[in-house]
């Protein structure tokens, strides 16, 4: 273990080996301990990839099996360690499957509902993060952002400027959305007097919706993209790039935005939808 930089890497057994081997006249190590209130986290994180790497090693028939077997297995350790009851209601059936949703079944207006699931259901899922880097390869950020519009119970959008043309993409999901009293909230600038009249007009006509537009530009520019879509369910998602709300760039530019989702990294979600209610 001789590659110079820095780290932030737990010291186990085999890191300690490669540490102790390490010339202490040649090589200056820093060390700390785990602070009380990231030790969770720390050793969460650890732990993770490691009974990751441990199912990805169960492979061949009946894998799935084992691997919800062991899965059982160490919530039982967890269960009987800590004397916890409530650790047995995470344990999984054998034939366990995955819950894509619940809808009412009388008074909707939904005829087809596993394709009406399957139309506002995102194809990057719901719980594991995504790069979207504008070409033509791959699931376009806008098909993804109607989606996302079309499955939420409330949204924020925080974008530097809005066209028309943009806006135009997702006229008849927004409709829908705040025509079902779904509450959007929209944040925007003059600066430069790229944004649309047109499109805060339409905006602002939608049914439970709040457009604050800055005219501040000299003391507080702001030059944020991003958009957080969230749903009762606590599955929450949201996009941080460089996309402002105009046809090129939720579609043909080489735009870069980052998916993220509360089952992923929720604080990064909860930081988005603090530091955008104080603005």
Do not use: C
């Amino acid at each position: 273990m001789q590659v110079i930089g820095i780290y932030e890497q737990l010291i186990n057994k085999l890191v300690s080996k490669k540490l102790d081997s390490l010339d202490t006249n040649k090589f200056y190590q820093q060390k700390s301990q785990i602070e009380k209130s990231e030790a969770s986290i720390i050793l969460g994180q650890y732990l993770s990839k490691i009974i990751t790497f441990a199912l990805e090693q169960i492979s061949g028939e009946n894998s799935i099996e084992k691997q919800i077997e062991l899965t059982n297995e160490i919530i039982l350790l967890l269960k009987n360690k800590l004397d916890n009851q409530d650790f047995l209601n995470n344990i999984l059936e054998n034939n366990t499957s995955v819950l894509k949703a619940i809808f009412p079944k009388t008074n909707s207006n939904i005829n087809d509902i596993e394709n009406y699931i399957k139309e506002i259901s995102p194809y990057t899922g719901l719980i594991q993060s995504e790069l979207f880097t504008g070409s033509n390869a791959g699931v376009s950020l806008e098909s993804e952002i109607k989606k996302e519009i079309l499955s939420s119970d409330k949204i924020y959008f925080l974008v530097s400027f809005i066209k028309w043309t943009g806006i135009r993409i997702f006229e008849k999901e927004l409709k829908e959305f705040t025509h079902a009293g779904k509450e959007l909230k929209i944040i925007t600038t003059s600066y430069m007097g790229a944004t649309d009249l047109k499109a805060v007009q339409f905006l602002a006509s939608l049914p439970n919706t709040e457009v604050k537009i800055s005219y501040n530009i000299a003391n507080e520019r702001l030059h944020a993209k991003s958009y957080l879509f969230f749903r009762n369910t606590g599955f929450h998602t949201g996009y941080i790039g460089s996309s402002n709300i105009s046809k090129s760039a939720l579609t043909s530019g080489l735009e870069w935005n980052l998916k993220v989702t509360t089952a992923e990294i929720s604080h990064i979600i909860k930081k988005f939808e603090v530091t955008f209610e104080t603005y």
